[in-house]
């Protein structure tokens, strides 16, 4: 029997640093594809089951930090990547 496909949809591409993670969305629009980025921490509650917030302590700040800087770097190469070579016809 085939597997149900899932038609949730998928981030472009993640980063993650321990408990903190960026999905980083990409977009069509008139002049073309462009990306915006969702920041989250997964935490576990008492009874042991995984949340996600998007609420940050001062602990998390410079891994966001990080994070942020690393998305932004992908979304430059993803551009770049998309770009048509110069002279390709």
């Not at 008492?46 to 302590?57: I, R, V």
């Amino acid at each position: 029997m085939a597997k149900k496909q899932s038609s949730k949809v998928q981030p472009a591409e993640q980063v993650r640093i321990g408990s903190v993670k960026a999905a980083i969305w990409k977009n069509e629009g008139e002049k073309g594809a462009f990306y915006n980025v969702t920041f989250q921490r997964s935490y576990r509650t008492e009874d042991g089951k995984w949340q996600n917030t998007a609420s940050f302590g001062r602990d998390d700040l410079l891994v966001l930090a990080k994070i942020a800087d690393a998305a932004h770097s992908r979304i430059l190469r993803l551009l770049a990547d998309q770009k048509p070579l110069a002279g390709a016809a």
